[in-house]
Structures are given as C-alpha cells and as structure tokens.
C-alpha cells in the first residue's frame, strides 16, 4: 500500500491511500527467471551422438528347483501339487526347498486364482514373511495367447 502526498483538498501533510499495485518487480524476476531457463535448458540436452553396442546380457541362472504356491478360489493352499494350509505353511515350505538352500535368498512363486479374496492372500504373504522367505514373485497369464 502506497501513500500519496500532496495533491487536491486537504492540508500539505495529509496522506491519501493508493491502491495500485506496482507489478514491475514481479515482471523484472519472471524475466530474470526466463532468461535463466532458457540458457539452461540447452545445456541439459544431450548433444554428443554416440554409436551404443548392443547389450547381450547371459540369462540368469535359474533356481534347481521352482517353487510355486498355488491359492485356489475355494481358500486351499498347495506347495507345488501338495496340499498345505496356512498355519503349516512354512514347515511344509522348508521341506520343498530344502536344508542346503537359503530362506531369504530363495524365491517364491506364487499363482492365485483371480478370484481369490486379498485376506487369504495377505495371510499367505504374511506367513511366507514370518517364516524368512521375502523374495517372492507373482505368477500371471500371459497376456499373449
């Protein structure tokens, strides 16, 4: 807020309120601020053309063994084709995978019906977790067939 002095009516020291708004300095930064960007921008382009080789990454060694969970609509739970349930999830988990074999390095695939309600799975997750298995993949459909 601005004040006006002098002017019509009233004494040599009265003040008059001004409500125009000075927009100078706001134009003067966004101009500033253009001229940054634009002398900015080129710079993080890349420019320099480069001939890339071809990547040939060797596929990953594969587990001996997979090990599926299977979650049927219905609530059963199967370690490959063997039934289990979820408070024995874990023993029965340990005996497919094996002694020699890691808990926490070994991963987990896991196929589950569309059907099948979040709770039955999170409980299957939360076991496998409470058990030392946290690398875990999901099994879908291949979506090309």
Not at 43 to 70: D, E, Q
Not at 108 to 134: A, C, E, P, S, W
């Amino acid at each position: 807020m601005g004040a006006k002095l002098g002017g019509s009516g009233g004494g040599k020291y009265e003040e008059e309120a001004n409500s125009t708004i000075n927009v100078t300095p706001f134009v003067d930064v966004m101009l500033v601020l253009l001229i940054i960007f634009m002398v900015a921008a080129p710079l993080a382009a890349v420019t320099v053309k480069v001939n890339l080789p071809l990547a040939v990454a060797k596929p990953g060694v594969n587990p001996p063994k997979p090990v599926y969970i299977s979650l049927q609509e219905n609530g059963r739970i199967y370690i490959q084709d063997f039934p289990s349930d979820l408070a024995t999830l874990g023993d029965d988990l340990r005996k497919q995978v094996g002694t020699k074999r890691d808990p926490a390095h070994e991963r987990i695939f896991i196929r589950g019906d569309k059907n099948v309600t979040y709770g039955d799975f999170m409980g299957v997750m939360n076991m496998l977790q409470d058990n030392g298995f946290y690398s875990v993949a999901l099994v879908g459909e291949d979506n090309n067939k």
